[in-house]
Nanobody, 122 residues
Framework: QLQASGGGLVQTGGSLRLSCAASGRTFSNYAMGWFRQAPGKEREFVAAIGRNGARSSYADSVKGRFAISRDNAESTVYLQMNSLKPEDTAVYYC?????????????????WGQGTLVTVSS
């Protein structure tokens, strides 16, 4: 089970930190990712992190502004979002993909959280 939290309303240029707590499985067996879906648009990849946190990857639209991290002892993945823009407004979802690889992935996730809404006002 994945439980996302930390969304809210923020002004342009502000910051938010999303959290996603996992339960029920061995967290370090999973690569983790964040995706988002804006109103009227398809869900898109935002960021991903490998099983041990050594590797991460980002969508071009968030590079340099967002940072993904994980704490395997706490079974939690984070998304630090800085310099937020109105186009970042979306429901953000965390996802888990079981893997033996240390790589990151932008597809093929097995489990999804319920989503947390981020609204950036202009």
């Amino acid at each position: 089970q994945l439980q996302a939290s930390g969304g809210g309303l923020v002004q342009t240029g502000g910051s938010l930190r999303l959290s996603c707590a996992a339960s029920g499985r061995t967290f370090s067996n999973y690569a983790m990712g964040w995706f988002r879906q804006a109103p009227g648009k398809e869900r898109e990849f935002v960021a991903a992190i490998g099983r041990n946190g050594a590797r991460s990857s980002y969508a071009d639209s968030v590079k340099g502004r967002f940072a993904i991290s994980r704490d395997n002892a706490e079974s939690t993945v984070y998304l630090q979002m800085n310099s937020l823009k109105p186009e970042d407004t979306a429901v953000y979802y965390c996802a888990a993909r079981i893997t033996v690889s240390w790589d990151t992935f932008n597809y093929g996730y097995d489990y999804w959280g319920q989503g947390t809404l981020v609204t950036v006002s202009s």
